[in-house]
């Protein structure tokens, strides 16, 4: 499969290259993607002219469709996609549309995928009560299907919205922030990549072993992508990843790195020196380079690369008794491809 083979708004993320190894596989998920993306945008569409453009809007904007990959990849570990399989990955996308739109406006992120955010573009309101709309006709698309994977999408829902909750009251008195950290990211990134999987596995007809083990693939997975983008965040080259190093530093955002240096540094007097750094002034690009260049050099920065490399591994060995197939390779890739990327 190459990226010209699918729909317009789909890149093909790296780790599923494997596909093109397998012709008939590679066209079927093509068609399978193609299917998915239209019925995407139906989905999203309104008569109310504010409605159809706010929802619509992100989707237009593109994006790696990496859930209803997952759905689409997982269910050919069964009998293969089915009408309810593009259905349940359609109501996945659109569920992480909405998050994008509420995430947008709790961080006030000026930008998505290139283009102004949707509450720089209709304000914070319409924004939130665009992503709204969005899990309603998804919880609307997965009613239709079945009632365990109405479950799912329910208790998917909530560990979501747990998750945001989490991250913005920060730990309780007494609890690790890190443990507290990998609990939240669990909930806001894992549990959906989670469902994806398991519910292509449910409405593929694998077997429930299989689709157990996708769950916990997924879960892993989810983690081991957003700890990489910690790393990648004072890592990653400009030129490659199209990121300013230290944006999560500069907005005081509690990343891996700095949490396993917080740590640190109470016991180790060169971490309490790189915190000072990283906690001081970063309103300059001076003192953000130097502080992004200290955190790098500090061995906490290869320890979060370890960790994310570890969640990837746990991913593989979740899938690692299934029979081998170019799907199965395509996961065990993409497990691996989360940690090491550029962006």
Do not use: C
Request: proline residues 5%; negative net charge.
């Amino acid at each position: 499969m190459t990226e010209d083979s699918l729909p317009a708004s789909v890149t093909l993320p790296a780790g599923f290259d494997v596909l093109a190894d397998d012709p008939q596989l590679s066209a079927e998920v093509t068609e399978a993607l193609d299917a998915v993306e239209n019925q995407l945008l139906a989905a999203l569409s309104s008569t109310d002219e504010l409605a159809n453009t706010a929802a619509r809007y992100l989707a237009e904007a593109g994006g790696k469709r990496v859930r209803p990959l997952l759905t689409i990849l997982t269910s050919m570990l069964g009998s293969g996609t089915n009408a309810h399989v593009l259905q349940a990955a359609v109501v996945m996308e659109m569920t992480h549309l909405a998050t994008l739109y509420h995430d947008d406006v709790m961080d006030s992120a000026p930008l998505r995928r290139g283009a102004p955010s949707a509450h720089e573009v209709w304000g914070n309101s319409v924004a939130i009560l665009t992503g709204d709309l969005i899990l309603a006709r998804a919880s609307q698309l997965m009613t239709q299907l079945d009632e365990e994977g109405s479950q799912i999408q329910a208790d998917t829902f909530e560990r979501l919205v747990m998750g945001q909750l989490h991250e913005s009251v920060g730990p309780r008195p007494g609890e690790d922030p890190y443990e507290h950290y990998l609990q939240v990211i669990a909930d806001k990134t894992g549990s959906l990549v989670a469902a994806a999987a398991r519910l292509g596995g449910l409405f593929g007809g694998a077997a429930p072993e299989t689709t157990r083990s996708l769950r916990e693939y997924g879960e892993a997975v989810g983690i081991a992508f957003q700890l990489a983008d910690d790393v990648i965040d004072i890592t990653a080259d400009p030129a490659a990843s199209g990121k300013t190093p230290g944006t999560d530093l500069r907005e005081g955002v509690p990343t891996l790195p700095v949490l396993l240096l917080r740590r640190a540094a109470e016991q180790d007097p060169e971490a309490r020196a790189v915190l000072t750094r990283v906690q001081g002034d970063l309103s300059g690009d001076a003192e953000l380079a130097e502080a992004v260049a200290a955190l790098v050099a500090h061995p906490v920065t290869e320890e979060s690369w370890a960790i994310a490399q570890g969640w990837a591994d746990k991913a593989k060995a979740a899938i690692g008794p299934l029979p081998e197939s170019t799907v199965k390779s395509a996961l065990l890739n993409f497990a691996d491809a989360v940690v090491d990327r550029k962006g």
